[in-house]
């Protein structure tokens, strides 16, 4: 064999032998690897739905609540307004209104 040029450069020299395609600790065996194929497919769609449902979820409290809002000044903001103009408009009881 020829030594390498530079010997700050690791470099493999002898043959590795004893392991079996099937004993290699580096590659998964086709079980793990479907087994890690479906947990990440799993997990991926276990977050699409979780945030489906909670997109649907927000919607439905926003039209909840926009709907609530809605309706307490509906009922509320006459008497405001009402209130206010009296305050800083002067109001003769004794004229009749027209």
């Known amino acids: 064999m020829q030594k390498p040029s530079d010997p700050g450069i690791p470099v493999l020299t002898e043959v590795v032998y004893g392991l079996e395609d099937d004993e290699s600790p580096a590659y998964p065996s086709p079980a793990e690897a479907l087994i890690a194929e479906l947990q990440t497919r799993l997990a991926a769609e276990t977050f699409t739905l979780a945030e489906e449902l909670m997109r649907n979820a927000f ?4 039209a909840h609540l926009f709907e609530q809002i809605s309706r307490r000044l509906r009922e509320r903001l006459p008497d405001l ?9 002067p109001v003769d009881d004794d004229e009749p209104p027209g």
Not at 59 to 62: D, G, K, Q, S
Not at 81 to 89: K, N
Request: glycine share 0%.
């Open 59 to 62: 919607a439905e409290m926003e």
């Open 81 to 89: 307004i009402d209130a206010i103009l009296r305050e800083h408009l």
